[in-house]
């Protein structure tokens, strides 16, 4: 079974410092990767995807990802944080290996953004 | 504008009663989803259905049903088996490829008092 792991529920950065949130995945066939970005009492809105091609993916409010096949990995990054990223983050993998369109999700990482 | 409404925003509700959470597409999508959202646990999949009137259990369906009469529909009733039943409800939708983002409506804060 498919299944993703979001290393570290909170992570805080200074504004200006380098984002990293991890995100691991375990799938028996060529994954379909997803980050999500929610808001409080808001729904998730996509910031970027991996499906084919290039690893080096980039998104939305510059924000971008790499994914590293043999670390079965997806992390997300952003060179400078704004305050306007504090939210919670969320990597998710398309269970496309059950022949369903169900998506699996990792519990989240909530990013704190320090004056 | 295309999207996913979910409405109410906020609902309250006695213990024992049934409740229905509605949510509407018109994104011309085939597959929609119903999750539930507990803090630190992510999103779960309630049920899920990938064309009209036909859908199945996802991993937390007991206490909830569901019903899809039209495309752009998805209703979810939470019953009174639901033994907790205040969470954060959203909605998804998604072509039925496999390898499209799915889509978000801005969920519903249930409260049972």
């Known amino acids: 079974a498919q299944s993703v792991t979001q290393l570290g529920s909170h992570v805080s950065v200074s504004e200006g410092a380098l984002v990293l949130l991890r995100c691991n995945y375990s799938?028996?066939?060529?994954?379909?990767l997803f980050w999500y970005v929610q808001y409080p009492n808001q729904g998730l809105q996509l910031l970027l995807k991996y499906t084919t091609g290039a690893t080096l993916v980039k998104g939305i409010n510059g924000f971008e990802a790499e994914f590293k096949k043999s670390e079965t990995s997806f992390h997300l990054t952003k060179p400078s944080a704004h305050m306007s990223d504090a939210a919670e983050y969320f990597c998710a993998v398309s269970d496309r290996g059950s022949g369903t369109y169900k998506y699996i999700f990792g519990t989240g990482t909530r990013l704190k953004v320090l004056a | 504008d295309g999207g996913i409404t979910q409405s109410p925003k906020y609902l309250f509700r006695k213990e024992g009663q049934n409740v229905t959470l509605s949510c509407e597409q018109n994104l011309n999508h085939d597959a929609m989803y119903w999750y539930r959202q507990d803090p630190g646990q992510g999103l779960r999949l309630i049920y899920y259905?990938?064309?009209?009137?036909?859908?199945q259990k996802g991993d937390i369906a007991e206490g909830y049903s569901v019903s899809r009469e039209k495309k752009e529909s998805f209703p979810l009733t939470v019953t009174s088996a639901q033994k907790n039943p205040t969470a954060f409800y959203l909605c998804a939708s998604t072509n039925k490829l496999g390898w499209n983002e799915q889509f978000f409506g801005p969920g519903t804060r249930l409260t049972v008092l």
């Open positions: 259905s990938q064309i009209v009137n036909d859908f």
């Open positions: 799938s028996s066939v060529p994954p379909y």
